[in-house]
């Protein structure tokens, strides 16, 4: 019985602040031509979590998918990007909500990706939610400019976990991605 009561209680603490990634919109920039295009389409298509990739090649955007129940890492579509001779102008990502808590300079962790929003009024995302992430490569040298010196906190220079995060249980050197919503 004692089993069957910490089981109910985890299950319920996953189910009060979960969610998933399921997809996003990948913008990249320095694209010239069809092949420029083609050569990152087919670098995103290499990435083990991404299901599917659209191109609309007039925005030089990125429609992605990712596959149900896979690790998603977003460094990794910056890499594929990089790897292909381009950079990220900027990645929105799609996931559904469930009890995340979405507040200025608050963290939150969802599918082991450890979230800090940067601006928000404390509101609870529910449901299908698209954040932006603003870190150094996922943004335009200009535009990563422009959020790092709205915030005070120096994970957001280094990408990885300082006291504000600790202090909101996240593990020291462990990746931390800056987000809007």
Excluded: W
Excluded at 29 to 47: D, F, R, W
Excluded at 86 to 109: I, P, Q, R
Excluded at 124 to 138: A, R
């Amino acid at each position: 019985m004692k089993k069957l009561f910490l089981a109910y209680i985890f299950l319920l603490f996953a189910l009060v602040s979960s969610g998933q990634f399921t997809g996003g919109s990948l913008k990249a920039s320095g694209l010239t031509c069809a092949m420029c295009t083609k050569a990152v389409n087919v670098a995103l298509e290499k990435v083990p979590f991404v299901k599917e990739v659209k191109v609309n090649i007039k925005d030089q955007e990125y429609k992605l998918v990712f596959k149900e129940g896979n690790n998603i890492d977003f460094d990794a579509l910056s890499k594929a990007v990089e790897d292909a001779g381009f950079s990220v102008a900027s990645l929105k990502v799609t996931g559904n909500f469930t009890g995340v808590v979405a507040g200025k300079d608050k963290h939150a962790e969802l599918n082991g990706i450890n979230l800090h929003f940067l601006n928000g009024n404390k509101e609870e995302l529910s449901g299908e939610k698209t954040i932006t992430i603003v870190d150094k490569n996922f943004l335009s040298a200009k535009e990563f400019k422009k959020y790092a010196s709205a915030s005070k906190h120096p994970c957001v220079l280094s990408g990885k976990a300082d006291d504000c995060c600790t202090k909101e249980g996240i593990k020291g050197d462990a990746r931390v991605y800056h987000v809007i919503i």
